[in-house]
């Protein structure tokens, strides 16, 4: 395998912003969105993303462009370039967009994944052409690739051990699933259901897909209230403010949820007081971030491992009112990675010691 990064080219090429990005997906076309040529010898890094069709990975999206711009700035790197992959999570389509990417001789490449196998063919391809591969928010069936991900197995725990907590160990829940096909979303379907099987009292009446995204879950959840006489709770991947408004809709009581990290969930949340059990968790968006600095130290040659693993991103009801006061009502809950900090989680998981938690962003920031 070739180790030895390609020539860098400057390229002069078209800023587009993330809104472009956005309204061009939600009319069925690929987009992507290019930081302009800063010259010489500094990397160009791409990123590809399996799907655009929730606020998580539009807020993760904007997070890198926002870090990628003041890297461009700084003089870390020459240029960078995001393509959004249009439909449903589809690998096939990510695959083509992967391929016209690597025509264009990325330093480096990030990649939030559609499939955690599929992808394995087009991975090597840009391995073997010396492309540094930072795989991001999934696990990945390609050995030559740097993963950087969170624990889904804390995050699915932290969704539902409380929510039981809070409905006293008995009753009966949902289950709404996240973006079914991808690797993390599998893993922590399995954990669900192993924290289910240690309660039996409590009963699922239903799961349902709501790709752990608001709009989607609220209809999917209202489609089976009719059908369940009385839930308890539902437990989801960071979608329980379109699950209130179901249970709004259909005249029922909001019981227990996992709220989304975003602002409109932690005010919704806030305003209603609700402490029934409910938590608001969900995988950070600002791995994109870390993504971004791992990449430029592995072309800086820094010694860095195959796996890293970083904080979930939990907002519980102490910390609540402070993420609410920052957030935008559909900008979700990132941690703030700098390099610096970056640089301070490798080292914490080389030695085995507690991962660095970044501070909550102030409304000064």
Not at 30 to 59: H, M, V
Request: net charge negative.
């Amino acid at each position: 395998m070739t180790t030895t990064p390609p020539p860098r080219r400057r390229r002069a090429v078209v800023a587009a912003s993330l809104a472009t990005v956005i309204a061009a997906t939600a009319a069925g076309c690929g987009s992507g969105s290019d930081g302009s040529a800063g010259g010489g010898d500094k990397p160009f890094i791409a990123l590809s993303n399996g799907f655009i069709g929730n606020g998580w990975r539009q807020t993760m999206i904007a997070k890198f462009e926002e870090a990628a711009n003041q890297a461009q700035k700084d003089g870390l790197i020459g240029k960078y370039k995001v393509v959004n992959a249009p439909g449903e999570n589809s690998a096939t389509e990510q695959v083509a967009q992967i391929k016209s990417l690597l025509v264009q001789k990325p330093d480096a490449l990030l990649i939030d994944p559609a499939s955690p196998t599929a992808l394995k063919p087009v991975i090597e391809q840009a391995c073997n052409q010396g492309v540094k591969v930072v795989v991001f928010d999934s696990a990945i069936d390609a050995p030559c690739a740097h993963v950087l991900l969170n624990s889904f197995k804390d995050w699915a725990t932290a969704a539902a051990e409380p929510l039981i907590d809070g409905i006293g160990g008995t009753g009966t829940v949902i289950v709404s699933r996240g973006v079914v096909g991808s690797q993390p979303e599998a893993e922590m379907y399995q954990t669900t259901k192993d924290i289910l099987a240690k309660h039996p009292g409590v009963e699922v009446a239903a799961t349902v897909n709501g790709m752990c995204d608001g709009a989607k879950a609220q209809k999917a959840v209202l489609g089976v209230l009719s059908s369940v006489p009385k839930v308890d709770g539902v437990i989801g991947c960071g979608d329980g403010y379109g699950v209130a408004q179901a249970f709004s809709t259909a005249g029922k009581p909001v019981p227990a949820v996992t709220f989304e990290t975003n602002g409109r969930a932690l005010n919704y949340w806030k305003e209603n007081k609700i402490d029934n059990g409910s938590v608001a968790v969900m995988s950070d968006p600002g791995q994109s971030v870390a993504a971004l600095w791992e990449a430029i130290d592995l072309l800086d040659g820094k010694d860095i491992p195959k796996e890293l693993t970083f904080p979930i991103m939990l907002v519980e009801q102490k910390d609540r009112d402070t993420w609410a006061a920052v957030l935008k009502p559909d900008e979700y809950a990132a941690w703030p990675w700098t390099q610096e900090l970056f640089r301070k989680q490798v080292e914490a998981s080389k030695n085995g010691s507690e991962p660095v938690t970044p501070p909550i962003p102030s409304a000064a920031n």
